[in-house]
């Protein structure tokens, strides 16, 4: 089993910054992606990037150049780093991963991240 948990949302007002966490506990293999998702209220739930084993990094284009996706193994953890924050970032963020030995997802439970001024 796979247990993922988010931290790091908060209140945080246009143009802002913010930095996501996402632990991951249990049995985590390699090779695996990782990913964050998010589900804005009233909308379903959007990819906004991803990080294989390699480090190798894609994004949604509504975040590209804004936000990093980054990983350490080490640490079994995934990070986000959010910059130039909008209002229409307002979100649940979720992470993901999907364990490639294995054929399955495991999805954490989420982090609010609110853009308000």
């Known amino acids: 089993q796979v247990q993922l948990v988010e931290s790091g949302g908060g209140l945080v007002q246009p143009g802002g910054s913010l930095r996501l966490s996402c632990a991951a506990s249990?049995?985590?293999?390699?090779?695996?992606?990782m990913n964050w998702y998010r589900q804005a209220p009233g909308k379903e739930r959007e990819w906004v990037a991803s990080?294989?084993?390699?480090?190798?990094?894609n994004y949604a284009a509504s975040v590209k150049g804004r936000f990093t996706i980054s990983r350490d193994n080490a640490k079994n953890t995934m990070y986000l780093q959010m910059n130039s924050l909008k209002l229409e970032d307002t979100a649940v963020y979720y992470c993901?991963?999907?364990?490639?030995?294995?054929?399955?997802?495991?999805w954490g439970k989420g982090t609010l991240v609110t853009v308000s001024s």
């Open positions: 990080i294989n084993s390699g480090s190798t990094t």
């Open positions: 249990g049995s985590i293999f390699s090779p695996n992606v």
């Open positions: 993901k991963v999907f364990v490639v030995t294995q054929g399955r997802d495991y």
